[in-house]
């Protein structure tokens, strides 16, 4: 059993990495620690909390609040690409469970040292969270069994802010260069590799829309205003055999 902290800036793409890691049979996910990022900030705590309730567990899933700013550089947002709610502005509601009172960093690292070498994160948001509870216990990256991270832009493909820049590291490259430093087993995957690796057909598609059940639906209604390919301020045309993408910026 593979268990995971997912750190996360809750939009359609890490909603539904989220939801494999919730209904994976070889995974438990342990916690989901929110990061500022894709949205508001209260939005991406209510889709992590609504996201684990689509998912429809036998076990609770704590969420916890963590940085809601970078390091240093100013504060951005994606939510012109997301929709406001981060799913395209289709209105789900509310979810019923409520976040933790327990700060996102302090989480990190109570359960990190409760558990040494058994927790992998899987950071799919700015590593603001991670960055900070590093800097609070330097230990941290030695018990962490893997660090798996989405960001970063090879040299070989155009990113998704600027001509060369990948939206979380560019949302915060201080904390991206601490966690890259501080010594994590990591495997980075960049926004270009997402691109070629992790995009859908619309026949794809059109099997998850049809399996009709809540986690497809909700799949399907998030995804349904995203599927376009963006990448930067360029728009490619897509064909209908074309792969869609599931994200502009992650």
């Not at 929110?34 to 894709?38: L, M, P, R, T």
């Given at each position: 059993m593979i268990r995971l902290i997912h750190d996360t800036d809750t939009a359609q793409d890490d909603a539904f990495a989220l939801m494999i890691g919730l209904r994976h049979p070889e995974t438990r996910v342990e916690a989901v620690t929110?990061?500022?990022?894709?949205i508001e900030f209260d939005q991406m705590v209510k889709n992590a909390l609504y996201t684990i309730e689509v998912a429809d567990l036998d076990y609770k899933v704590p969420v916890y609040k963590g940085c809601r700013l970078p390091l240093i550089v100013p504060h951005d947002d994606s939510s012109y690409v997301h929709g406001k709610d981060g799913f395209g502005d289709v209105g789900f509601p509310d979810p019923q469970q409520q976040p933790e009172s327990e700060h996102a960093v302090d989480a990190l690292i109570r359960i990190i040292n409760e558990n040494p070498g058994e927790i992998s994160i899987v950071a799919q948001a700015p590593l603001t969270n991670i960055a900070t509870a590093v800097s609070m216990d330097r230990s941290l990256p030695e018990k962490v069994k893997h660090l798996y991270i989405m960001g970063g832009q090879s040299p070989y493909g155009p990113g998704n802010v600027t001509a060369a820049a990948e939206a979380n590291f560019w949302h915060d490259p201080e904390a991206a260069k601490l966690v890259l430093q501080a010594g994590f087993k990591i495997t980075i995957l960049t926004w270009d590799l997402t691109m070629r690796q992790g995009r859908l057909s619309r026949k794809q598609l059109k099997e998850i829309e049809d399996l009709k059940t809540?986690?497809?639906?909700?799949?399907?209604?998030?995804?349904?205003?995203?599927?376009?390919?963006?990448?930067?301020?360029?728009?490619?045309?897509?064909?209908?055999?074309?792969?869609?993408?599931?994200?502009?910026?992650?």
């Open positions: 929110i990061n500022y990022g894709n809540p986690q497809s639906e909700f799949f399907t209604k998030a995804n349904a205003g995203g599927c376009g390919l963006f990448i930067g301020h360029y728009r490619l045309k897509p064909l209908d055999d074309a792969p869609q993408s599931l994200n502009h910026r992650t």
